[in-house]
């Protein structure tokens, strides 16, 4: 079964450019979670959709931060403007319908300069 | 307010010995789940081992395995004859069980960093 997967793994940008970050969750996972993760703290939760509906983004910045999930499948999180705390790892999540585990994606690290 | 604590930033262990790492969680909620997750120096989140609250039977996988106290709220993990891989970050997470609910938010603790060493 292969697992949730992102690109890019990497990305340097300078502050107030823009970035997106794909995912694509394990096959028949309804539930895909967006975490920011900053060097030494646990992750963050961004976003959480249920299938192609939004859970939960009480935490996600709405102002500079937008996240979809069109189909239900495949996700994107964007940044516009970036700013230099925006530098993190932003990982990627998905779990089946009614399961309690969540099985990560690589992460991708963001350098923002 | 639910929290996770995990009161040891950082440990260490020699390889091939045994290392228990702690943790401790405060919730009013009946029904959860408490993982560990393993994060290496490449960031990728990896699941160690998962308990359910109802379930008295304390979990185990292979090397791992965890001292569930429900009464106390500790969640211990224990791995046994440490490997140079093992060496990462430990993260404890716990997730309220609303019964029918959509809404499964795991709440982390810090981690604890733990070196194996040779």
């Known amino acids: 079964e292969a697992g949730v997967a992102q690109s890019p793994r990497y990305k340097i940008i300078e502050k107030r450019q823009s970035v997106a970050f794909w995912c694509n969750p394990i096959?028949?996972?309804?539930?895909l979670y967006w975490y920011q993760q900053i060097l030494g703290q646990g992750p963050k939760l961004l976003i959480q959709?249920?299938?192609?509906?939004?859970?939960?983004d009480s935490q996600l910045p709405k102002d500079r931060f937008s996240a979809e999930r069109l189909k239900g499948v495949d996700s994107t999180l964007k940044i516009q403007p970036a700013k230099l705390e925006d530098s993190a790892v932003y990982l990627c999540?998905?779990?089946?319908?009614?399961?309690?585990?969540?099985?990560f994606g690589p992460g991708t690290r963001l350098t923002v300069t | 307010a639910q929290t996770v604590t995990q009161s040891q930033p950082e440990m260490s262990v020699q390889e091939a010995e045994t290392v228990t790492l702690s943790c401790t969680y405060d919730?009013?909620?009946?029904?959860?789940?408490l993982f560990w997750y393993k994060q290496p120096p490449s960031r990728q989140m990896i699941l160690v081992i998962r308990?359910?609250?109802?379930k008295q039977q304390n979990a185990t996988e292979n090397r791992f395995s965890v001292n569930f106290q429900k009464a106390a709220k500790s969640f211990s993990l224990k791995i046994s004859d440490s490997q140079l891989g093992d060496t990462a970050m430990y993260f404890c997470?716990?997730?309220?069980?609303?019964?029918?609910?959509?809404?499964?938010?795991?709440?982390w603790g810090l981690g604890t960093s733990l070196a194996v060493n040779p």
């Open positions: 096959s028949g996972h309804a539930t």
């Open positions: 308990q359910e609250a109802y």
């Open positions: 999540a998905s779990s089946p319908q009614g399961a309690g585990e969540q099985y």
């Open positions: 997470a716990f997730m309220p069980y609303p019964w029918g609910g959509n809404n499964r938010k795991l709440i």
């Open positions: 959709f249920q299938n192609n509906g939004v859970v939960d």
């Open positions: 919730t009013s909620e009946n029904n959860y789940y």
